[in-house]
T-cell receptor, first 117, second 117 residues
Protein backbone atom coordinates (compact mmCIF):
# COMPACT_ATOMS: atom_id res chain seq x y z
CA UNK A 1 0.00 0.00 0.00
CA UNK A 2 1.21 3.48 -0.85
CA UNK A 3 -0.66 5.06 2.08
CA UNK A 4 -1.21 8.78 1.49
CA UNK A 5 0.36 10.35 -1.59
CA UNK A 6 0.49 13.98 -2.65
CA UNK A 7 1.04 15.55 -6.05
CA UNK A 8 3.11 17.60 -6.77
CA UNK A 9 6.00 17.56 -4.29
CA UNK A 10 7.18 21.08 -5.16
CA UNK A 11 5.63 23.97 -7.01
CA UNK A 12 6.44 27.62 -7.66
CA UNK A 13 3.59 29.94 -8.61
CA UNK A 14 3.31 33.60 -9.47
CA UNK A 15 0.84 35.76 -7.60
CA UNK A 16 -2.61 35.35 -9.08
CA UNK A 17 -2.03 31.96 -10.65
CA UNK A 18 -4.19 29.00 -9.74
CA UNK A 19 -3.35 25.40 -9.00
CA UNK A 20 -4.73 22.20 -7.53
CA UNK A 21 -2.98 19.91 -5.08
CA UNK A 22 -4.01 16.28 -5.26
CA UNK A 23 -4.14 13.92 -2.29
CA UNK A 24 -4.84 10.22 -2.69
CA UNK A 25 -5.14 7.46 -0.08
CA UNK A 26 -5.50 3.74 -0.56
CA UNK A 27 -6.53 2.80 2.99
CA UNK A 28 -10.27 3.22 2.42
CA UNK A 29 -10.36 5.98 5.04
CA UNK A 30 -13.49 8.03 5.51
CA UNK A 31 -11.85 11.20 6.79
CA UNK A 32 -9.37 13.37 4.93
CA UNK A 33 -7.69 16.65 5.84
CA UNK A 34 -5.58 19.43 4.41
CA UNK A 35 -3.10 21.25 6.68
CA UNK A 36 -0.56 23.96 6.11
CA UNK A 37 2.70 24.20 8.05
CA UNK A 38 4.52 27.47 8.48
CA UNK A 39 7.69 28.07 10.51
CA UNK A 40 6.91 28.37 14.21
CA UNK A 41 3.19 27.77 13.66
CA UNK A 42 2.77 24.02 13.80
CA UNK A 43 0.11 22.50 11.57
CA UNK A 44 -3.11 24.37 10.93
CA UNK A 45 -6.21 22.74 9.46
CA UNK A 46 -7.44 24.29 6.22
CA UNK A 47 -10.37 22.06 5.23
CA UNK A 48 -11.44 18.54 5.96
CA UNK A 49 -13.91 15.92 4.77
CA UNK A 50 -15.84 13.30 6.70
CA UNK A 51 -16.84 11.35 3.62
CA UNK A 52 -17.22 11.34 -0.15
CA UNK A 53 -19.05 14.42 -1.33
CA UNK A 54 -18.69 16.32 1.96
CA UNK A 55 -16.28 19.07 2.97
CA UNK A 56 -15.98 21.48 5.87
CA UNK A 57 -13.89 24.46 6.84
CA UNK A 58 -11.04 24.21 9.28
CA UNK A 59 -9.07 26.84 11.10
CA UNK A 60 -7.62 28.74 8.09
CA UNK A 61 -9.91 28.15 5.05
CA UNK A 62 -9.74 31.56 3.36
CA UNK A 63 -8.26 31.50 -0.14
CA UNK A 64 -8.69 27.74 -0.55
CA UNK A 65 -11.35 25.43 -1.90
CA UNK A 66 -11.61 21.67 -1.72
CA UNK A 67 -13.49 18.82 -3.31
CA UNK A 68 -13.98 15.15 -2.46
CA UNK A 69 -15.66 13.62 -5.47
CA UNK A 70 -14.15 10.20 -4.84
CA UNK A 71 -13.55 8.63 -1.45
CA UNK A 72 -9.86 8.12 -2.10
CA UNK A 73 -9.10 11.63 -3.38
CA UNK A 74 -9.13 15.04 -1.73
CA UNK A 75 -8.25 18.07 -3.84
CA UNK A 76 -7.08 21.43 -2.54
CA UNK A 77 -7.43 24.40 -4.88
CA UNK A 78 -5.90 27.84 -4.84
CA UNK A 79 -7.88 30.06 -7.22
CA UNK A 80 -5.64 33.13 -7.04
CA UNK A 81 -2.40 32.41 -5.23
CA UNK A 82 -0.91 34.98 -2.86
CA UNK A 83 2.56 35.12 -1.28
CA UNK A 84 0.91 34.48 2.11
CA UNK A 85 0.05 31.01 0.82
CA UNK A 86 3.72 30.07 0.58
CA UNK A 87 3.85 27.06 2.86
CA UNK A 88 4.23 23.31 3.14
CA UNK A 89 0.90 21.56 2.62
CA UNK A 90 0.12 18.22 4.19
CA UNK A 91 -2.73 15.91 3.45
CA UNK A 92 -3.83 13.33 5.99
CA UNK A 93 -6.47 10.65 6.30
CA UNK A 94 -8.03 8.60 9.09
CA UNK A 95 -10.60 5.86 9.40
CA UNK A 96 -14.15 6.17 10.65
CA UNK A 97 -14.63 5.63 14.37
CA UNK A 98 -17.73 5.15 16.45
CA UNK A 99 -18.78 7.99 18.67
CA UNK A 100 -17.12 8.25 22.02
CA UNK A 101 -13.73 6.80 21.13
CA UNK A 102 -11.16 9.58 20.90
CA UNK A 103 -8.45 7.37 19.37
CA UNK A 104 -7.97 7.96 15.68
CA UNK A 105 -4.50 8.18 14.23
CA UNK A 106 -4.11 10.43 11.22
CA UNK A 107 -1.84 9.20 8.45
CA UNK A 108 0.07 11.92 6.65
CA UNK A 109 1.31 12.36 3.11
CA UNK A 110 4.88 13.52 2.40
CA UNK A 111 3.89 17.16 1.90
CA UNK A 112 3.93 19.67 -0.95
CA UNK A 113 6.24 22.66 -0.75
CA UNK A 114 4.56 25.61 -2.44
CA UNK A 115 6.21 28.96 -3.09
CA UNK A 116 4.21 31.92 -4.36
CA UNK A 117 6.28 34.75 -5.80
CA UNK B 1 -7.46 30.37 22.43
CA UNK B 2 -4.54 28.07 21.96
CA UNK B 3 -5.52 24.51 22.75
CA UNK B 4 -2.04 22.97 22.74
CA UNK B 5 0.97 24.75 24.19
CA UNK B 6 4.54 23.73 23.55
CA UNK B 7 6.85 26.48 24.68
CA UNK B 8 10.27 24.94 25.15
CA UNK B 9 13.04 26.43 23.05
CA UNK B 10 15.19 24.13 20.98
CA UNK B 11 16.75 21.40 23.07
CA UNK B 12 20.11 19.71 22.84
CA UNK B 13 20.41 16.30 24.42
CA UNK B 14 23.36 13.99 24.74
CA UNK B 15 23.10 10.65 23.02
CA UNK B 16 21.82 7.89 25.35
CA UNK B 17 20.28 10.40 27.76
CA UNK B 18 16.56 10.88 28.32
CA UNK B 19 14.68 13.99 27.24
CA UNK B 20 11.26 15.28 28.28
CA UNK B 21 9.16 17.42 25.95
CA UNK B 22 6.44 19.51 27.56
CA UNK B 23 2.88 19.76 26.31
CA UNK B 24 -0.06 21.39 28.05
CA UNK B 25 -3.57 21.44 26.68
CA UNK B 26 -6.84 23.21 27.20
CA UNK B 27 -10.21 21.49 26.93
CA UNK B 28 -13.48 21.28 28.78
CA UNK B 29 -14.34 17.89 27.31
CA UNK B 30 -14.22 14.78 29.51
CA UNK B 31 -13.33 12.51 26.62
CA UNK B 32 -10.35 13.48 24.48
CA UNK B 33 -7.20 12.04 23.00
CA UNK B 34 -3.62 13.23 22.97
CA UNK B 35 -1.12 12.36 20.25
CA UNK B 36 2.56 12.93 19.65
CA UNK B 37 4.06 13.10 16.15
CA UNK B 38 7.69 13.29 15.06
CA UNK B 39 8.84 15.29 12.06
CA UNK B 40 12.46 14.64 11.04
CA UNK B 41 14.32 16.96 8.70
CA UNK B 42 13.03 14.94 5.75
CA UNK B 43 9.61 16.39 6.51
CA UNK B 44 7.27 13.45 6.98
CA UNK B 45 4.94 13.24 9.98
CA UNK B 46 5.39 10.06 12.02
CA UNK B 47 2.88 9.02 14.69
CA UNK B 48 4.59 8.08 17.96
CA UNK B 49 2.17 7.58 20.81
CA UNK B 50 -1.40 8.11 21.97
CA UNK B 51 -3.05 8.73 25.36
CA UNK B 52 -6.81 8.69 25.93
CA UNK B 53 -8.27 10.84 28.67
CA UNK B 54 -9.84 7.80 30.35
CA UNK B 55 -6.73 5.65 30.16
CA UNK B 56 -5.55 4.87 33.66
CA UNK B 57 -2.04 3.91 32.68
CA UNK B 58 0.48 6.20 31.03
CA UNK B 59 1.04 5.17 27.42
CA UNK B 60 4.34 3.60 26.39
CA UNK B 61 5.70 2.65 22.97
CA UNK B 62 9.24 1.35 23.02
CA UNK B 63 11.53 4.21 24.05
CA UNK B 64 8.61 6.65 24.10
CA UNK B 65 6.40 7.18 27.11
CA UNK B 66 3.78 9.76 27.89
CA UNK B 67 3.67 11.37 31.32
CA UNK B 68 -0.04 12.13 31.53
CA UNK B 69 -1.13 14.40 34.37
CA UNK B 70 -4.82 14.97 33.84
CA UNK B 71 -5.40 17.44 36.67
CA UNK B 72 -2.56 19.62 35.41
CA UNK B 73 -3.65 19.12 31.78
CA UNK B 74 -0.20 18.08 30.72
CA UNK B 75 0.94 15.27 28.41
CA UNK B 76 4.71 15.31 28.33
CA UNK B 77 6.63 13.02 26.00
CA UNK B 78 9.64 11.22 27.43
CA UNK B 79 12.23 9.77 25.07
CA UNK B 80 14.61 7.42 26.83
CA UNK B 81 18.11 6.53 25.66
CA UNK B 82 18.21 9.18 22.93
CA UNK B 83 19.61 8.23 19.56
CA UNK B 84 20.95 10.44 16.77
CA UNK B 85 17.87 9.56 14.74
CA UNK B 86 15.68 11.20 17.38
CA UNK B 87 16.79 14.63 16.17
CA UNK B 88 13.55 16.11 14.88
CA UNK B 89 10.64 18.40 15.57
CA UNK B 90 8.02 16.89 17.87
CA UNK B 91 4.37 17.90 17.81
CA UNK B 92 1.74 17.38 20.46
CA UNK B 93 -1.87 17.22 19.24
CA UNK B 94 -5.32 16.81 20.76
CA UNK B 95 -8.62 15.45 19.55
CA UNK B 96 -11.63 16.80 21.42
CA UNK B 97 -15.28 15.77 21.41
CA UNK B 98 -14.97 12.37 19.73
CA UNK B 99 -18.49 12.40 18.33
CA UNK B 100 -19.15 11.15 14.83
CA UNK B 101 -17.89 13.50 12.18
CA UNK B 102 -15.35 15.23 14.38
CA UNK B 103 -11.86 13.84 14.09
CA UNK B 104 -9.97 17.07 13.94
CA UNK B 105 -6.60 17.41 15.62
CA UNK B 106 -5.32 20.64 17.13
CA UNK B 107 -1.53 20.80 16.95
CA UNK B 108 0.98 22.64 19.08
CA UNK B 109 3.83 24.60 17.54
CA UNK B 110 6.37 21.89 18.19
CA UNK B 111 9.56 21.19 20.15
CA UNK B 112 12.88 20.99 18.32
CA UNK B 113 15.27 18.32 19.61
CA UNK B 114 18.88 17.88 18.53
CA UNK B 115 20.74 14.82 19.77
CA UNK B 116 24.50 15.27 20.01
CA UNK B 117 26.99 12.40 20.06
Amino acid sequence: NAGVTQTPKFRVLKTGQSMTLLCAQDMNHEYMYWYRQDPGMGLRLIHYSVGEGTTAKGEVPDGYNVSRLKKQNFLLGLESAAPSQTSVYFCASSRWTSGGNPYNEQFFGPGTRLTVL
Amino acid sequence: AQKITQTQPGMFVQEKEAVTLDCTYDTSDQSYGLFWYKQPSSGEMIFLIYQGSYDEQNATEGRYSLNFQKARKSANLVISASQLGDSAMYFCAMREDPSYGNNRLAFGKGNQVVVIP
